[in-house]
């Protein structure tokens, strides 16, 4: 009875992972060259809205997905645009967007489907879970089957796409000329800059690529979890997935550890649900839902780790000469 | 043979200030040429004009023999010109490596290219003895190490003529002693080096020839055997102004401010005051005389208490001054100011009053709980009152209280600032820079009104870097060199070059 | 001779305007695209929100909620801090001021019972503020962040303890009905053209707000050291300010504004305590916030505008299916982009503007 408890958190922390994943990746892109970027939740529910229409009328998930990787790659742009042409307060553009994507969405969808603001279902048209070759002959080996037939198989493309994404940040990051320019941006923009590097364009193609990676969150909420679209579906994930960079330490791998962290928690609440526990009793749902909150708290309040953001970022940059 | 690099006529204005006047000289190829000057001399001005940063009004530059036109400092680099700045342009949390291939990473792939940079730059350290591993992360070098990387990274990018600015200032002796036996091996390479400095033993030290620039003109071009550390530090300071304000024979009273053993040290453990032991009184105005950066900054902060010392005690008026047992000095500057400490803070915008505030509101800028009421609100016709006494008294203009400071002129956001203080009738005022940024019209007046506070029996510490004012104001003179005290005199053993030395960091013989 | 700064009507009047009319023309083009006329709607909203006196009535009720929303946000920002979290405020300042009601109102009277639950409702908002302002001073926690989390931790929080206040067979998730000690007096006692609408003395309250906020700021030592940390915190050191202090005891000022800004809906509204009956107010504080530039006058009209939005919003929505209420959460954050944002967008063009026209004066 316990091993199945346990199983089933691992599947779930794993299913879990990705919205938090896609948007913690993006977020370090931008956060690392430099840009502050509080907006990854309006740009995660805009394409969950329009990955989830797109998908319905047309019928293809695919479709959606990249319909989803347009709009929120324009959001993106219109965020860079303010920060860094405008030079204008990175976290009130953030917040200004979170807001209008929060109303825009029900509207636009209400307008299309009348469906009291969400869309309709997909049934067909959503990403399965893919089955890896080979499952049925392994399914009756005790753990291995287990592992290979639910934990690394049996998922849908996305999360797939997720965990790859993972290596690949890594070793964008850190191994790739892009990558040097846009963390020299975010900690000296001025050595950058003397560098002959344009720390301008270097910023603008570091929020593109967060535009284009936090679409995915949405369209995963949408299309692999839920099958529709509903009001404010990402709850808080966009601010979560800053956390983590936090927790991380603006580190592609150990960020990625802290979305799976939360991933965790989020599988064991639902399975904490009515069991009683030792001592403490039951512990009520709502309870529970605050913990990936209050823990993010604790790290920033500097108790977990010594957290260092990249020095530069939030300052819109001046060329001081 | 032609020289490496020739100035003709350069001219170069900021707004009013005249950061360049005509200056003409030229560098030998394959020499070490100091370019020598106070604050304000000119000479960041002329070698950012060199290195691109900026665009001269008129006048030409030539690299061996060729006119050039050099708009950005990637021209700059092309003709080989590198520049080591006194503000490192290293991102600290990567590696020496990484900071040079920044810019210049030969393609997508950093892998591919690294090997290969990575021999090129040991190849160099090997020939000029830099002494850097090239996979050392920044933030962990020394700073002597940190500037052989900028020095790395200019060799890399093939410079035949170095520019360094300041370049010891934040080296220990050492460190120095190092970088001259690089400089002196870049220099048997036939590379030539322009050392931009205002310490006078360097320049004996490691120089071929020197240019001495004062108020944006070249007042000296001599090579360095035929010269003296005397000669160089008359031609660096200049004649003294003769005209003498009006004051009352000197006269001290009671101690006022006693400074025990001050020592302070940055979060790096970099000394920045070491040893700081004076005294001043009452009635008598000393002035703290020395190039910027050399502590003289950070000994007002203390003083005023906008900064903890990290040892040391300050007794003032017979009672230690309360920097004991806190963790900061948040809220500190009201405490001293109770106590009758006025504080004219060198960086005004900064510091000093709020831009955006009218010029009334910032009358009462630091005084604020001393011009409130029982309920806590302020008493506006009072403070206009007060406001428009001060404006008339020190003659500030425009005379309109509810214009924002920053739309003044420097010279009557100083007098704001002054009066301001002056009006809150302190036992000790501590000025710094008393008139950077004002306009000459009104240095006389400020001067006035410092000296009339003395005769009142104020005990006045000053800090400036331009010495005539010095001159001008002082009863006993302190000249600070990297964070020490290296003399104190009385005016009337004034001497321009014993000064100039002592400010060039050489201790009192 | 050219002006390289803009004169304060510029900064002060004539931006926001421009900012403001960007917001709307950007929402007046989605109305447009969603088969509306946005003359029309206009019309309706002004009709129902303004013209209508019961419709006006409703429009100050919602603004007597938003202008300690936008007071709370205000305050916060004069001292540079941005604070999210007036959302979260609000609701567990509700609590607080449930926890009076719940204690006393069988005991007390009106006149007792109303500012006590006042107080705790102000206590309660303020202890939710008081956690990030205090990690902001001594911790440097960025306060949006854990502002923003905080607002969720006070979802959570809430949804437990308002289930667990439901009386014995009640359906509606909410605590029970407040007895009528604690009712505030409807305003439509004092003036009848409001009709049935429940405009109550908060509005009065939120007025005096108003008036003792901009006494404090503009008027009192404290504002002053305040502001001048918002502007320069370097100088406010010099100027002996403790920052520290400051920061703490500005978040918990803001904190106990959002907490009042509870006392409307809970106890002049519904009369108990109800999942999320923030609903939003701490976010429209923001944009208030912002549009009023953080002055009584401009959150005043802010509040009362945006109150207009969410009545008038209300009946055209009725009207027209295709613009829901939620249309005016879109305009919201696009008041938020162009006046917050993007508020030096027009500057350049405007300076260019009044420099030709100084030039021609002067040729």
Not at chain 1, 130 to 157: D, R
Not at chain 1, 158 to 172: E, G, I, K, M
Not at chain 2, 373 to 396: H, P, Y
Not at chain 3, 15 to 21: A, E, Q, R, S
Request: one cysteine or more; glycine letters at 10%.
């Amino acid at each position: 009875m316990e091993d199945f408890h346990i199983a089933s958190i691992v599947v779930s922390m794993i299913r879990n992972a990705p919205v938090l994943m896609f948007a913690a990746m993006a977020g370090l892109f931008a956060e690392r060259s430099g840009v502050v970027d509080i907006g990854l939740e309006g740009k995660i529910l805009a394409s969950a809205f329009v990955s989830a229409s797109v998908a319905y009328v047309t019928q293809n998930p695919w479709l959606g997905i990249l319909a989803g990787v347009g709009v929120s790659s324009a959001l993106a742009m219109v965020q860079a645009f303010v920060s860094i042409t405008q030079k204008g307060n990175q976290l009130v553009c953030g917040i200004a967007i979170n807001i209008a994507m929060s109303g825009l969405t029900f509207v636009l969808a209400q307008f299309f489907f009348h469906e009291g603001g969400r869309t309709p279902d997909l049934r067909e048209a959503r990403l399965f879970d893919v089955t890896l070759p080979g499952t049925e002959l392994l399914s009756n080996i005790p753990f291995i089957g287990w592992l290979y037939g639910h934990v690394i198989g049996g998922q849908s493309v996305l999360v797939y796409l997720a965990f790859l994404l993972v290596p690949v940040v890594h070793w964008t990051i850190y191994h790739s000329r892009f990558g040097l320019r846009l963390r020299a941006c975010g900690e000296n923009p001025h050595a950058a800059d003397a560098a002959g590097v344009s720390v301008e364009r270097t910023r603008y193609l570091a929020m593109l690529v967060a535009g284009v990676l936090c679409s995915f969150s949405g369209a995963y909420l949408a299309i692999v979890q839920s099958g529709f679209f509903l009001r404010d579906m990402s709850a808080g994930a966009g601010y979560l997935a800053l956390s983590t960079l936090v927790f991380g330490n603006w580190r592609p791998l150990h960020t990625v550890l802290g979305c799976l962290m939360f991933g965790l928690f989020g599988a064991i609440q639902i399975q904490l649900e009515g069991v009683e526990l030792p001592v403490v009793g039951s512990i009520p749902g709502s309870l529970v839902q605050m913990i990936p909150y209050v823990v993010t708290v604790i790290v920033l309040a500097g108790l977990m780790a010594k957290s260092v953001a990249p020095k530069a970022i939030g300052k819109p940059f001046v060329k001081s000469r | 043979m032609q020289p490496a690099v020739e100035f003709r006529n350069i001219s170069k204005a900021f707004g009013a200030v005249q950061a360049n006047a005509d200056v003409s000289f030229s560098i030998a190829k394959g020499s070490i040429h100091g370019v020598i000057g106070e604050n304000g001399a000119g000479k960041s001005t002329l070698m950012s004009i060199l290195y691109g940063y900026y665009n001269a009004d008129s006048g030409q530059v030539l690299i061996d023999g060729q006119a050039q036109d050099i708009r950005t400092s990637n021209e700059a680099i092309a003709l080989g010109i590198g520049m080591v700045h006194q503000h490192f342009m290293l991102v600290e949390n990567m590696t020496v490596l990484d900071n040079v291939m920044l810019g210049n990473e030969g393609g997508f792939k950093l892998a591919a290219h690294r090997a290969g940079v990575e021999a090129k730059l040991r190849e160099i350290c090997e020939r000029y003895r830099l002494d850097v591993d090239p996979l050392a992360t920044v933030h962990d070098l020394s700073v002597g190490a940190q500037q052989r990387v900028e020095i790395l990274k200019q060799i890399y990018r093939s410079a035949n003529i170095l520019i360094l600015d300041e370049p010891t200032a934040v080296l220990t002796a050492q460190e120095t002693a190092s970088l001259f036996e690089i400089l002196r091996l870049f220099k048997e390479q036939g590379k030539t080096i322009i050392l931009i400095t205002h310490k006078l033993q360097e320049i004996m030290e490691i120089t071929d020839e020197v240019t001495v620039m004062r108020a944006g003109r070249v007042v000296g071009a001599v090579k360095t055997p035929e010269t003296s550390k005397e000669q160089l530090a008359n031609m660096m300071v200049g004649r003294p102004i003769q005209s003498e304000l009006p004051r009352a024979p000197y006269n001290p009273g009671a101690e006022v401010l006693k400074v025990s053993n001050i020592q302070l040290k940055d979060a790096n453990g970099v000394a920045l005051l070491s040893d700081i032991d004076f005294t001043l009184r009452a009635g008598e105005v000393v002035a703290i005389a020395g190039v910027s950066g050399n502590g003289q900054s950070e000994l007002l902060e203390i003083l005023s208490g906008m900064r903890l010392p990290t040892s040391g005690k300050v007794e003032f008026l017979g009672r230690d001054l309360p920097y004991a047992g806190r963790a900061n000095a948040d809220g500190l500057p009201a405490t001293f100011r109770k106590l009758g400490i006025g504080h004219v803070p060198e960086d005004r915008l900064r510091d000093g009053v709020i831009k955006d505030f009218s010029v009334m509101q910032n009358t009462v800028f630091g005084y604020q709980d001393h011009v409130k009421n029982r309920w806590g609100l302020f008493d506006f016709r009072k403070i206009a009152q007060r406001c428009a006494g001060l404006m008339q008294a020190f003659d500030v203009r425009p005379n309109n209280p509810d214009l924002r400071i920053g739309l003044l002129s420097g010279g009557n956001q100083q007098k704001v600032v002054i009066a301001r203080e002056v009006a809150a009738r302190p036992k000790m005022m501590l000025v710094g820079q008393p008139t950077r940024g004002v306009d000459i019209g009104t240095i006389e007046s400020i001067h006035t009104q410092l000296l009339r506070l003395r005769d009142e029996g104020v005990a006045i510490l000053l800090s400036s870097v331009e010495l005539e004012e010095v001159r001008a104001l002082a009863d006993r003179i302190l000249v600070m060199s990297g964070g020490r005290i290296t003399g104190i005199l009385p005016i009337d053993e004034f001497d321009t070059t014993r000064i100039g030395l002592l400010m060039g960091g050489l201790h009192k013989s | 001779m050219k002006k390289t700064e803009l004169p304060r009507w510029a900064t002060g009047f004539a931006l926001p305007i421009l900012n403001l009319l960007s917001a709307l023309l950007v929402a007046g083009l989605v109305i447009h695209l969603l088969g509306e006329s946005p003359s029309e709607s206009l019309h309706i909203l002004i009709d129902s929100a303004i013209l209508d006196p019961e419709g006006l009535g409703y429009t100050l009720f919602y603004a007597s909620t938003f202008i300690f929303a936008g007071l709370a946000v205000s305050i916060a920002m004069q001292a540079g801090l941005f604070n999210i979290g007036a959302e979260g405020q609000m609701y567990v300042g509700g609590l607080g001021l449930t926890l009076a009601v719940l204690a006393f109102d069988a005991h007390l009277p009106g006149w007792l019972m109303i500012p006590v639950a006042m107080i705790g409702a102000a206590l309660f908002g303020a202890l939710w503020s008081f956690l990030p302002g205090y990690l902001q001073a001594k911790r440097g926690s960025h306060v949006v962040v854990t502002t923003i989390m905080f607002n969720f931790i006070a979802a959570s929080l809430m949804n437990y303890v308002i289930l667990k206040m439901i009386p014995e067979g009640q359906q509606n998730p909410a605590s029970r009905v407040f007895a009528d000690s604690a009712s505030l007096p409807l305003l439509n006692k004092i003036f009848p053209v409001f009709g049935d609408t429940p405009l109550n003395i908060s509005f009065l309250l939120a007025i005096a707000a108003l008036v003792v906020y901009g006494v404090i700021v503009w008027r009192s030592s404290w504002g002053y050291k305040l502001r001048a940390t918002g502007l320069n915190t370097h100088a406010a050191h010099y100027a002996g300010v403790r920052i520290d202090r400051m920061i703490i005891v500005t978040m918990l000022a803001s904190g106990a504004l959002a907490g009042l800004g509870a006392v409307n809906s809970v106890m002049g509204s519904t009369h108990y305590l109800s999942l999320n009956f923030p609903a939003g107010a701490g976010f429209v504080g923001i944009a208030i916030a912002l549009m009023g530039r953080q002055h009584p006058v401009g959150i005043f009209l802010s509040s009362v505008l945006f109150g207009a939005l969410i009545q008038g919003g209300f009946d055209l929505s009725l009207e027209k299916p295709n613009i829901p209420q939620e249309t005016f959460i879109f305009i919201q954050g696009l008041i938020i982009l162009f006046c917050g944002a993007m508020e030096n967008f027009y500057a350049p063009a405007l300076l260019k503007l009044i420099n030709l026209t100084r030039t021609s004066k002067e040729a």
